[in-house]
Each structure stands twice: as structure tokens, then as C-alpha cells.
């Protein structure tokens, strides 16, 4: 009766271990791979801290046999006792080290990439360009799409101060440094949507730069791919229309861009496919048309620091504009 | 326990004494400090809209609200920050460049066009001026554009200030804002930047 009540709490705390965003529950090749390393030092670890508690326990329990004259003997025993240990020390840390170097080293396949996407951090959000000079590239932000079982190549940039791109189910985290490129590979093993985070610390907002992974079959991400090639859509609602008139007038154009019109701002995200995304503001809020239009009323609030200003609007023209960046699916 | 190391207790208390008494100092002033709003409470705003300027358009008054808070865009490091981000965010520097001009009038020789007065550069963005700058009426709230205006007017500044806006990123290519950089140019040269404004604004 007492060890089902022991263990009544651990589903609790091993469903942390589980969700979108966690280094156990690996989805991608070298995330499995990381996986596969971390249990392996945490078994082995494990049996030598029992094997020392138990000698420990021995050695505290155990009485002295009263013969302190015979130390030549129990010397020689002790002597043997701490050479085995020793090996065994060199042994295991050795093991280890190898494993964890060649583990890392295969994480880092070279060869020809089926996709490469260019991601450039910002504080705080993440810029992604699609780079495909057949089919045309294209921008997103705080959100990928990938095929299952294909390796792409993440270039990592950095325009303000150092980031780290992690997504803890696919694979090990890399930092963006500004001023230098560096490669990440991923391979999704099943689809799924994973959860990545910034993981340096880079500001105010840090825990508010997040994004999201989604990997789908290879069929369904060409049509993605598609989609997101094309410019904005051209709404027939009266209400997001007038929403597009409030844009251009309020110089929302200045930072954003929205291919298909005469938006072309670079330094915000790119608003083409907004509607289309899980999360707004690097995964602060829900992406709903209430959200939309409290973050744009007033975006300082919810992400204090961040770069976007408050630009006054007024009710109807707020309710045009989400109307809009909602409707650009 | 020898007699050397027991007489050293008092002094170890006093010692603790003092740290933990600075610490709590530190502390003190760590919350003293000016509590942050983040979005201007809509009186306060309407009010901050009624500047009063003269009928030239050059100096005036500023509204009573203003002394009411204790001139916070002049005078605060928060505002000020928060101004030179607006600076950037809606590319000022495209006609002023980093306050030495361009296409639009320099700040950094402290020749106001308009006057020096603050409620002067708060009516110039906010109601543009003729040959160019345009009205950022409907593109900013008002306290935006007083925080914009108290930075802009720190980048002229004639005497020195206690507070800053936050430091640049990228290389600093002029006096910084606390440095009353407009003074240095008057002090400097055989020839003055603006010979007609006389020897010191």
C-alpha cells in the first residue's frame, strides 16, 4: 500500500520531462543523439554514486576487529582497494569524455543540405529567410516549417548582441554572434510542432523570444512553401480593406514589410503570410484578432523594451488594422 | 580559544554591522527610484497637449501639467532613453542625421530655428514646420513626442546635465548628450559656427 502511495506524485513530476519543448522527449536526429548521451552518463554516474554509498555504509556500520598490530596486511588490502578505484576513474571519465566528443562530432554533418534557412536574431524576435533561388525566397518570423526526415541547414546571424537557438526536442542549442555565420543542422524524425527559445540571455525580453517549429510531411510543407511565397492576400472584406489604408497612413510601411503593396520597412517583421502564424510577438500571445489589436494599441505594455512604438490610433482604425493583419493568412 | 582571536569579535560585528548598514542604504535608494509608467494616464496626456505657443510659433508656455510632474522630459534618464529610441524608430536621423544635419537642420550647434525652449520643438514635431518636416501628429501620442523633444534638445544642450539617455550601441560619433555638446562649439574656434548668433547663446 505505502509504495503506490510513494509513487502516486511521479507522474506529475515526469510530465515535465515530456511537451514541446523538452531535451528528453527527442524528436530530431541529433536531439536523439544528445538523448541517448545524457542517460548514458546519468546510468553510469548513477552506479558509481550507489557502489561508493554502499562502501560508505559498509565502512561506517563495520566494527575494528581489535588487532591494530596487524597493519601490514590491511595496508596492502587498502592499497588495492585504491589502485582498482583509480582505474576505474580513468576508466569510466575516459569513456565519457570519448563518447561525448564523438557524439558532438556527429552532430555536426557536413554535406548537402535539402533546405537551408537563414535566421537572424534580433532582440527580440527571430527573423527566418527561406533561401531557394529556384522557387524564390521568402521571409517569416518566430515561426519555421520543415519536412520530416530532411536535414536542414540553419545559418545563424545575429544583428544586436549574442542569442542562442535551441530547440530542445530537435537538437543541441548554438549561439548567433553578431558579425560571424554560425551552421546548425536539424532533421525533424516525426512531425510535430517543437518550442524553441532564446537561450542567452540578451535583454529585457529574453524569456518573451520564443518560436516554434513545425515539422510536417513533405507534401504539406510544399504547399506551406507555397503559400508563403505569395505575395499578401488581397481581401474582399470592407473592414480589413480600410485596415490596409490605416497601414500605409500610419507608417506601419516604414518597418514592415507586406509583399504585394508598397509596405518595405526592414526592420520589423516581415507581415506577408501574420495571419498565418501560431503566436505573435515571438510567442508572447495567442495570434487572435483580440491580441492583435492589443498589441498594436499598445505594445509596450506587454513587451516592455521592445522595438515597436505606440502609434495613436483610433477605435475603428485599431478594429480595421487587426481586421487586416488577420486576414493576411 | 586565544586571547588574539577572541578579541577580534567586536571588530568582525562592527565590520558586518557596517556592510549590512550600506547594504540597506543601497537598497533604500534602489527603490527610491522614479516609478515607471509605461503609458501616460489620458488626462495627463490631453493635458500635455495644450501648449500654449505664441502666435509666431516660436517659444511659448508649456502646459501647468508639465511643472505638475516636475519637468520629467527634461530630466529624466528614463524619458530621455526612451526619446532616443523614438529618434531612431522614426528615422529622424534620415534628415538630421546623429544631430549634425542633412537634408533637415543640425542640433548640434544649438542654433534653434525656432527658439530653444522645449514647447518650441514639441509644436515644431508635432505640427511640422515649413520647407520639409512633416507633422508626426497622427503618428505619435503626445508624451511621445515630449520624450522625443526633450532628447532632441539635449543634443543641443548649452550646459551640462545630470542625466543621460542610455549610451549608443554603435560608435559614438559626437559629444554625448550630458556633455552640453552645443556648449562646445560655441566655446571653440577663431571662427564661430554662426558668427551672427554672437559670442555665446
Known sequence: ?329 | MSPAVSGKGPVRIFEVCCVAALLAVAVAIGLLRVPRQYRTDPPVSAALDAIRLMPSGIGGAPPEVYFALNQPYENTAYDMSQGKRLYSWFSCASCHGEGEGGAGPSFLDGWWLYGPSIVSIVASIRDGRPHGMPPFRDRMTIDEIWQLSGYVKSIGAYSAKTTAPGRNDDRQNRPAENRSPAALLFNEGPSPVHPEQGPSP
Not at chain 1, 153 to 182: A, Y
Open chain 1, 1 to 329: 500500500m505505502r509504495a503506490p502511495l510513494i509513487l502516486l506524485p511521479l507522474p506529475v513530476l515526469l510530465s515535465g520531462c515530456g511537451g514541446s519543448q523538452s531535451a528528453l522527449d527527442a524528436q530530431g536526429y541529433s536531439g536523439a543523439l544528445l538523448r541517448d548521451l545524457i542517460v548514458l552518463i546519468v546510468v553510469v554516474c548513477l552506479v558509481v554514486w550507489i557502489g561508493v554509498m554502499i562502501m560508505l555504509a559498509w565502512s561506517l556500520t563495520r566494527r575494528r576487529d581489535g588487532q591494530a598490530g596487524d597493519s601490514r596486511g590491511s595496508e596492502q588490502r587498502l592499497g588495492v582497494w585504491v589502485s582498482g578505484a583509480v582505474a576505474a576513474t580513468v576508466l569510466i571519465i575516459g569513456g565519457l569524455t570519448i563518447l561525448s566528443f564523438q557524439t558532438t562530432r556527429s552532430l555536426d554533418r557536413a554535406g548537402d543540405p535539402d533546405l537551408t534557412i537563414r535566421v537572424r536574431a534580433q532582440q527580440w524576435w527571430w527573423q527566418f529567410v527561406y533561401e531557394d533561388a529556384d522557387a524564390g525566397s521568402f521571409q517569416t518570423a518566430n515561426e519555421i516549417h520543415i519536412p520530416v526526415g530532411k536535414e536542414v541547414r540553419v545559418r545563424l546571424e545575429s544583428t544586436d548582441v549574442i542569442h542562442s537557438f535551441w530547440v530542445p526536442s530537435l537538437g543541441g542549442k548554438q549561439d548567433l554572434v553578431p558579425g560571424r555565420e554560425n551552421l546548425l543542422t536539424l532533421r525533424a524524425e516525426r512531425p510535430g510542432v517543437y518550442r524553441g527559445q532564446c537561450a542567452e540571455f540578451c535583454g529585457l525580453q529574453h524569456s518573451h523570444m520564443a518560436f516554434f517549429v513545425i515539422a510536417e510531411e513533405e507534401e504539406s510543407y510544399r504547399q506551406w512553401a507555397a503559400t508563403q511565397r505569395q505575395p499578401g492576400a488581397q481581401t474582399g472584406e470592407a473592414e480589413a480593406s480600410a485596415g490596409k489604408a490605416v497601414f500605409m497612413a500610419r507608417r506601419c510601411a516604414a518597418c514592415h514589410t507586406i509583399r504585394g503593396t508598397g509596405a518595405t520597412g526592414t526592420t520589423g517583421p516581415d507581415l506577408t503570410h501574420v495571419g498565418s502564424r501560431r503566436t505573435i510577438a515571438a510567442g508572447l500571445m495567442d495570434n487572435t484578432r483580440g491580441s492583435l489589436a492589443a498589441w498594436i494599441a499598445d505594445p509596450q505594455t506587454l513587451k516592455p523594451g521592445n522595438n515597436m512604438p505606440l502609434v495613436p490610433l483610433t477605435g475603428d482604425e485599431l478594429r480595421q488594422l487587426s481586421a487586416y493583419m488577420e486576414s493576411l493568412k
